[in-house]
């Protein structure tokens, strides 16, 4: 997997939540990482999907789950889950105390009702 074009271990995460649910003020249930540029997006259990639009957008194969405790990695490209793979600069995750979903504050009451795709 280590052999993957533009893999780029250095790069740090883009933040602690989802990119651009943060700029617009929305939610998500679960966090990757790009592990090419870093981008932090929401997973297809979300409402908005940024994770997947970010490789749609930039080709960008490569996340790794962005939840506290999980080490996986999945291409979207070839739809391989890797158990592990190489270690990306740090943090590894959200902060443990950010909610899931999340962020705190932001997370409807009826979020396991709302649509998600």
Request: hydrophobic content about 30%; proline content about 12%; some cysteine.
């Amino acid at each position: 997997m280590s052999d993957i074009d533009g893999l780029d271990p250095s790069v740090p995460p883009s933040g602690n939540g989802c990119l651009e649910c943060d700029a617009a003020g929305g939610w998500w249930f679960h966090l990757r990482r790009c592990a090419q540029c870093g981008h932090v997006g929401c997973c297809d259990s979300s409402p908005a999907k940024h994770a997947t639009a970010h490789f749609e957008e930039t080709g960008h194969p490569l996340v790794q789950s962005y939840e506290p405790g999980e080490e996986w990695f999945w291409n979207f490209r070839t739809e391989e889950l890797f158990e592990s793979g190489p270690s990306l600069a740090g943090p590894d995750s959200h902060p443990a105390d950010q909610p899931a979903p999340g962020p705190a504050g932001r997370v409807p009451a009826d979020w396991a009702r709302a649509p998600r795709g």
